[in-house]
């Protein structure tokens, strides 16, 4: 089993920032894509960015040169980091981790108020 762990959501201004980090943990032997999803109410949960296990990266449009995703392998963990936030980021946030099957985080709200 895998287990996965998200902190670091809130509650922030426009233009604002929040970090929100994903830890692995149980039977992992090596984790390939890490990456994070979001899912607005009423909307379908969509790619925000993942990477690779050796460092490539790929965001969606609407987040390139605000957000960046990071990751440590030695510590299994991914991080996003979200700069100039927009009210219409607002969404839960989801972990996604590819392991030999496919692994989600519980969710993390972040909500930007104008």
């Known amino acids: 089993q895998v287990q996965l762990v998200e902190s670091g959501g809130g509650l922030v201004q426009a233009g604002g920032s929040l970090r929100l980090s994903c830890v692995a943990s149980?039977?992992?032997?090596?984790?390939?894509?890490m990456g994070w999803y979001r899912q607005a109410p009423g909307k379908q949960r969509e790619l925000v960015a993942d990477?690779?296990?050796?460092?490539?990266?790929n965001y969606a449009d609407y987040v390139k040169g605000r957000f960046t995703i990071s990751r440590d392998n030695a510590k299994n963990t991914v991080t996003l980091q979200m700069n100039s936030l927009k009210p219409e980021d607002t969404a839960v946030y989801y972990c996604r981790v590819v392991i030999r099957g496919d692994y989600w985080g519980q969710g993390t709200q972040v909500t930007v108020s104008s």
């Open positions: 990477i690779t296990r050796y460092g490539s990266t």
């Open positions: 149980g039977s992992i032997f090596a984790i390939n894509a």
